[in-house]
């Protein structure tokens, strides 16, 4: 059974940094892309950040380009977004996805496996 585990929500100020980590288990997910997406309040889920199998290759949406980071431990089927610099805008649940092969895609819908999510606010 493929399970996908979200942790390292919180709640911090503006400005503040978290980390948040994604724990894969139930199949082998080194040649999958992951991704992490997000929804706020009487929003539709949206893309945040993706990483192709190897890491190699790595997509961000426009409005955390430069303070967010993704990536990715093959061998511990764990998948990392580091967010510094946060805004209250990116107050969300965010949810860890998986897609089978390696290809990335940026739309929810491609995506497989989902997290139960976790909650990031980000007070001003």
């Known amino acids: 059974q493929v399970q996908l585990v979200e942790s390292g929500g919180g709640l911090v100020h503006t400005g503040g940094s978290l980390r948040l980590t994604c724990a894969a288990s139930?199949?082998?997910?080194?040649?999958?892309?992951m991704g992490w997406f997000r929804q706020a309040p009487g929003k539709e889920r949206e893309f945040v950040a993706a990483?192709?199998?190897?890491?190699?290759?790595?997509y961000y949406t426009d409005s955390v380009k430069g303070r967010f980071t993704i990536s990715r431990d093959n061998a511990k089927n764990t998948v990392y977004l580091q967010m510094n610099s946060l805004k209250p805008e990116d107050t969300a649940v965010y949810y860890c996805a998986v897609r089978r092969g390696g290809i990335v895609y940026t739309t929810a819908n491609e995506y497989d496996y989902w997290g139960q999510g976790t909650q990031v606010t980000v007070s001003s």
């Open positions: 990483s192709s199998w190897r890491g190699s290759s790595t």
């Open positions: 139930g199949r082998p997910f080194s040649r999958d892309a």
